[in-house]
């Protein structure tokens, strides 16, 4: 079974930096393309970041380009989401995904086209 257990949130002040981590198991991570989306308190998910199962490709929502990065180790099948210069609008629970199809490159996001693990809460808040 796929299993995605993120990691790393917590409690931040505006401007500060956190690394969110995926370990994901049950699949052959590098064979699939993952994502991040987060979810603030009442509302839907929102996606956030993806990346394809090679690393060179990455994509950002634009509300977190330039202050997120999205990266990978296949040989720790490990997803990352490094996060600076934070805001309170990034309070949310982020969620790591992973592509249902593998060495796949899907053109644009589509919520449903992911399995989806627990998440991890962040707050940024002074």
């Known amino acids: 079974d796929v299993q995605l257990q993120a990691s790393g949130g917590g409690l931040v002040q505006p401007g500060g930096s956190l690394r969110l981590s995926c370990a994901g198991s049950?699949?052959?991570?590098?064979?699939?393309?993952m994502a991040w989306v987060r979810q603030a308190p009442g509302q839907g998910p929102d996606y956030v970041s993806f990346?394809?199962?090679?690393?060179?490709?990455?994509r950002y929502t634009d509300s977190v380009k330039g202050r997120f990065t999205i990266s990978r180790d296949s040989a720790k099948n490990t997803l990352y989401l490094q996060m600076n210069n934070l805001k309170p609008d990034d309070t949310a629970v982020y969620f790591c995904?992973?592509?249902?199809?593998?060495?796949?490159?899907?053109?644009?996001?589509?919520?449903?086209?992911?399995?989806w693990g627990q998440g991890t809460e962040l707050t940024v808040s002074s």
């Open positions: 995904g992973r592509y249902k199809r593998s060495w796949s490159l899907p053109p644009s996001f589509k919520y449903e086209s992911y399995y």
């Open positions: 049950g699949f052959t991570f590098e064979e699939y393309a």
């Open positions: 990346i394809d199962s090679s690393g060179s490709i990455r």
